[in-house]
Nanobody, 125 residues
């Protein structure tokens, strides 16, 4: 059974940094895309970043480019989202997800089969 467990969320001041982790059990990264999504209060869940197994290509939503970095540690079967220069609009519950994802679906929820429970990120002074 696949299980994804996120951690690393918390309260941070604007301009601060956090690193989210996603421990994956039940499958390896081989052949799977890992994505990060977020849901802000009163909003729909939105794509944040993705990392494809094949070639290690990365994808980001425009609002986080240059500030967030998605990565993985294959030996630990753990994915990460390094978030720098955080802004109040980054406040959301962040979810990691994995799936055998085709490129056209990489930015959509339907491209992913397994999801974590989410971790809260709050950016506030």
């Amino acid at each position: 059974q696949v299980q994804l467990v996120e951690s690393g969320g918390g309260l941070v001041q604007p301009g601060g940094s956090l690193r989210l982790s996603c421990v994956i059990s039940g499958h390896s990264f081989n052949g799977y895309t890992m994505g990060w999504f977020r849901r802000a209060p009163g909003k729909e869940r939105e794509f944040v970043a993705a990392l494809r197994s094949s070639g290690g290509h990365t994808y980001y939503t425009d609002s986080v480019k240059g500030r967030f970095t998605i990565s993985r540690d294959i030996a630990k079967n753990t994915g990460y989202l390094q978030m720098n220069d955080l802004k109040p609009e980054d406040t959301a519950v962040y979810y990691c997800a994995t799936g055998v994802t085709i490129l056209s679906s990489i930015r959509t929820s339907r491209g992913y089969r397994s999801w974590g429970q989410g971790t809260q990120v709050t950016v506030s002074s």
